[in-house]
C-alpha cells in the first residue's frame, strides 16, 4: 500500500538557518504531493503541493519538488523564522485504480523548533 | 475562507461511556474525514464520506463509527469509550477531486 516516510525529529535550528525536511514515498499509479503544516493548537493546514514530477510547489518561502526517480518531495527554506516552529507533515494522495475519494496518506510528522 | 469547526476542543469522559464528535464544514464539500493524531504515529484515518450516508472505514476504525444525514455534517462516535482512544481527534473536509483536505483545530479527548 502506499506510504510516506519522513526524517525523524525533532529538529532544531537557530533563526536564520537553512531548513530541509527529507520525505520520501511508495505509491501505485501517479501520486500528488502535499506539505501540511499544523502549528501549535491549531489543525493542518496545506503548505504547498504538486501534483506531478518535477512540479515545485512553494509558498511563504517553503519550496519541494516532485522527484519521480528518487520517490522524494523534500521540504526547503532558506531562512527559517522563529514563526515557522511547527509540526510539518508530508503526504500523498494516490489515484491508482481510478478511486477518486481524496484520501490522503501522511507521514508521521517532523517537530520543527527554531530559535532566535 | 474555508472553515471547518469541531464541537469541542478539549473532552473528558470516563472508560465506558458514549462520545459524540461533531464535525461541520460550510464549504459544500463531498468529502469529509476523521483522523487520529498520536505521537510520532501521525496521522490515521478512521472512517471517511464522499456523500450523504455514504461512508467507508479507513485503516483504523475498530472501535469507532460515524454518521453523516447532512452534506455538512459529520460526526465521529465511540461507542464505548476506552483509555486507548485517548487522542487529538481532526475532521477534515475536501472536493471530491481536488485531493486538498481543509482541517479543523481538533479536539484532544482523555478518556479516563
Redesign the interface.
Known amino acids: 500500500g502506499d506510504s510516506v516516510t519522513q526524517m525523524e525529529g525533532p529538529v532544531t535550528l537557530s533563526e536564520e538557518a537553512f531548513l530541509t525536511i527529507n520525505c520520501t514515498y511508495t505509491a501505485t499509479g501517479y501520486p ?1 504531493l ?1 506539505w ?1 503544516v499544523q502549528y501549535p ?6 503548505l504547498l ?1 504538486a501534483t506531478k514530477a518535477d512540479d515545485k510547489g512553494s509558498n511563504k518561502g517553503f519550496e519541494a519538488t516532485y522527484r519521480k526517480e528518487t520517490t522524494s518531495f523534500h521540504l526547503e527554506k532558506g531562512s527559517v523564522q522563529v514563526s515557522d516552529s511547527a509540526v510539518y ?1 508530508c503526504a500523498l ?1 494516490s489515484n491508482a485504480g481510478g478511486t ?5 496518506t ?4 517532523t517537530i520543527l523548533t527554531v530559535h532566535p | 475562507d474555508v472553515k ?1 469547526t469541531q464541537s469541542s476542543r478539549y473532552l473528558v469522559k470516563r472508560t465506558g461511556e458514549k462520545v459524540f464528535l461533531e464535525c461541520v464544514q460550510d464549504m459544500d464539500h463531498e ?1 469529509m ?1 476523521w483522523y487520529r493524531q498520536d505521537p ?4 490515521r ?1 478512521i472512517y ?1 464520506s ?1 456523500d450523504v450516508k455514504m461512508k ?1 472505514k ?1 485503516d483504523i476504525p475498530e472501535g469507532y463509527s460515524v454518521s453523516r444525514e447532512k452534506k455538512e455534517r459529520f460526526s465521529l462516535i465511540l461507542e464505548s469509550a476506552s483509555t486507548n482512544q485517548t487522542s487529538m481527534y ?1 475532521c ?1 473536509s ?13 479536539t484532544r479527548l482523555t478518556v479516563t
Do not use: D, H, I
Open positions: 500528488s502535499f501540511y493548537g491549531e489543525g493542518l493546514q496545506l503541493k507533515f494522495s477518486s475519494y481524496g484520501k490522503l501522511f507521514g508521521q510528522g | 471547518v468529502n474525514f510520532g504515529l501521525g496521522l484515518l471517511f464522499y467507508e479507513g481532526l477534515a475536501g472536493f471530491r477531486l481536488a485531493y486538498e483536505q481543509y482541517f479543523g483545530p481538533g
